[in-house]
């Protein structure tokens, strides 16, 4: 029996995933205080073990994995031969092993691609059972509790610690901003075996911890990713692709859009009217006037930015037009918060060639 599932005022849905715990703003302001954990059962652990986990994996992802040490954590992607988001998980190496954590739909289609692709390479691949993941703020008391709980290899807790405060070595931000608000979200997820001892702290459900995500402008597989997503549209090169490491499936398109084009959608925050009490649902869809400009991937009630949601937007919206966005039947107005701009990519510094046709006309000599 899940021990949080039964606390008083707890309301989850029938996998088990945690809604809130009677109170979805205060345990905003519980998790950002550092004093609320917050039970995932949307998040699945997969344990790799063998002597070439790190640089088997390194081959087929979009990160840099060599060089971890035991304690370090990253996130990676898998991509398809055009560039598309197929995959996304948290990685953290912990010595002998290294553990991904996975949104819970993406956890058994990952796992499988992985074993397809393991070949002759030593490494074992597996979803442990009897274990889950629970999050928290770092620099809080939860926190600490948590690494204390977490599961161990060797020496080191299977707690990851999510980049996405800072660009990571080999990443690149387009947000064109003074301070980035994901400089704040200090996430820490841990794999714990026996959550006992955990159970007395205060717990946060999936409405608190998804809006101080959406106002840290963070992405997530099971939101923002579709049959058409890149990395550039989300600005997910800041910490989960490595731009200067070798081949990888799915990396000329990355090169490409970064050095040469611009991508074709891109993610917005939007901030909603909030003088009607409907919160959008994903995939609803946004409209720039009379046109439709995108959709919904992530909606939330902040405790401090009141309604807000991501969207993916094609890359022809203008920046600064108000949009709405069609909810049951009716509009809701919404102003942007640019996060990926439009003339993101083309990055690379190429020359420009004089054309043959407007070279000088030289007359020959008599």
């Known amino acids: 029996m899940d021990p949080f599932l039964s606390r008083e005022g707890v309301v989850s849905d029938d996998a088990g995933v945690i809604s809130h715990a009677g109170n979805p703003v205060r345990e905003q302001r519980q998790l950002e205080f550092g004093s609320a954990i917050a039970p995932r059962a949307d998040r699945t652990a997969i344990r790799l073990t063998g002597a070439e986990r790190k640089s088997w994996l390194d081959s087929i992802t979009s990160q840099a994995l060599t060089s971890l040490a035991p304690g370090d954590s990253t996130e990676l992607l898998v991509l398809d031969p055009q560039g598309r988001v197929e995959h996304a998980a948290a990685v953290v190496d912990a010595g002998d092993e290294l553990w991904l954590i996975a949104d819970a739909g993406d956890a058994a289609p990952l796992v499988k691609w992985l074993t397809m692709m393991r070949f002759r390479a030593d490494v074992q691949i597996e979803i442990p059972e009897n274990v889950t993941v629970i999050g928290a703020m770092r620099g809080g008391a939860a926190a600490d509790a948590l690494v204390a709980a977490a599961v161990r290899a060797g020496d080191a807790p299977v707690v990851w610690s999510d980049p996405w405060p800072s660009v990571t070595a080999g990443g690149w931000q387009y947000a064109e901003v003074a ?23 205060p717990i946060a459900g999936s409405l608190a911890v998804d809006a101080l995500r959406v106002a840290a402008w963070r992405p997530r597989w099971a939101a923002e990713v579709d049959e058409r997503t890149i990395p550039h549209e989300a600005d ?19 090169a490409k859009v970064h050095n040469l084009g611009h991508p074709p959608r891109r993610l917005a925050m939007l901030h909603l009217d909030g003088s009607d009490s409907v919160l959008p649902e994903k995939g609803d869809v946004v409209f720039d006037g009379e046109n ?60 420009k060639l004089t054309r043959l046709s407007r070279r000088k006309q030289v007359d020959p000599p008599a």
């Open 179 to 201: 301070e980035h608000p994901g400089a704040q979200f200090h996430w820490v997820e841990a794999v714990v075996a026996d959550p006992a001892p955990l159970a007395e702290l």
């Open 236 to 254: 997910w090169l800041r910490t989960a692709v490595h731009l200067n490491k070798g081949c990888y499936r799915g990396q000329e398109t990355v």
């Open 292 to 351: 439709e400009a995108g959709h919904i991937t992530s909606a939330a009630r902040h405790h401090e930015l009141g309604p807000i949601a991501l969207a993916v937007l094609s890359r022809r919206t203008p920046g600064d037009h108000e949009l709405q966005v069609e909810t049951d039947g009716s509009r809701i107005a919404a102003a942007q918060e640019i996060i990926v701009p439009a003339d993101a990519g083309r990055t690379a510094d190429i020359p």
